[in-house]
């Protein structure tokens, strides 16, 4: 079981970028996959989730209406659009991977992680 974050880097306050998370190894379309993201200095923080099917999405408030899952089951792969970006947004990004098609909260409840990538807010 592998996933694979990518798409991080340095962009503008406003400005977009969207994540990869890229799988193999186990049937995507079983699982709920999650985002992360981790600043310095402080604790791994939920973001975001999409379940197995796609029909439902979480967000955490202060993502809300600027950022979007989505999964490509037939490309093994969930992506994460991050519009309006914000200097505190700043931080590694993981995506994780439950043990069944629905979603959970706490970082506990996924079994698989990819290897992050930085997102970086700044002008």
């Known amino acids: 079981v592998q996933l694979q974050a990518s798409g991080g880097g340095l962009v503008q306050p406003g400005g977009s970028l969207r994540l990869s998370c890229a799988t193999s190894?186990?049937?995507?379309?079983?699982?709920?996959i999650g985002w992360f993201r981790q600043a310095p200095g402080k604790e791994r923080e939920s973001i975001s989730c999409i379940t197995s099917s796609g029909g439902s999405v979480y967000y955490t408030d202060s993502v809300k209406g600027r950022f979007a899952v989505s999964r490509d089951n037939a490309k093994n792969t969930v992506y994460l659009q991050m519009n309006s970006l914000k200097p505190e947004d700043t931080a590694v990004y993981y995506c994780a991977r439950t043990f069944t098609g629905w979603c959970r909260q706490r970082g506990s409840e996924y079994g698989y992680w990819g290897q992050g990538t930085q997102v970086t807010v700044s002008s």
């Open positions: 190894g186990f049937t995507l379309d079983h699982y709920a």
